[in-house]
């Protein structure tokens, strides 16, 4: 894929990266059968149940996008649909303890993808860094 070209070489290379390290997390995670918008599922799970417009709104995807995800993750075992008591037109969604088990395995996946990628930098440089990158984005 080319790289995008936005006009401004910076912005260009910092996407460019940001898809680069997308793809390698993918690839990864692949290990444990799941994609990286999967685990960011299973993520938002892990704490509490929650409707599909919460998550879909959370991860900043249309509900359709969500709703093939979960057919996904339901029919694996790793996340479970109920009505939501509260409201009946709600759907509730929830970790399974095989859920957990695949978000733990997942994790430790992508720890060592993230160190392997940073193991080069010093403190001083990830500090710079994360200084540069939040003044970029406006933080």
Not at 116 to 125: D, M
């Amino acid at each position: 894929m080319p790289k995008p070209r936005t006009g401004d070489e910076l912005i260009d290379t910092l996407l460019s990266t940001a898809r680069h390290l997308r793809m390698q997390a993918n690839d990864r995670l692949s290990a444990c059968g799941l994609s990286l918008p999967r685990y960011k599922v299973l993520q938002l799970l892990e704490e509490e149940r929650r409707r599909m417009r919460e998550v879909s709104d959370a991860l900043d995807i249309v509900p359709r996008t969500l709703t093939s995800t979960v057919d996904g993750l339901e029919s694996e075992g790793l996340v479970k649909r109920e009505e939501d008591p509260e409201d009946r037109r709600a759907t509730l969604l929830s970790l399974t303890p095989q859920g957990r088990k695949r978000l733990t395995e997942a994790r430790t996946i992508l720890a060592a993808h993230v160190r392997e990628r940073t193991a080069g930098f010093s403190a001083e440089e990830r500090t710079v860094m994360m200084r540069l990158l939040k003044k970029l984005a406006g933080e």
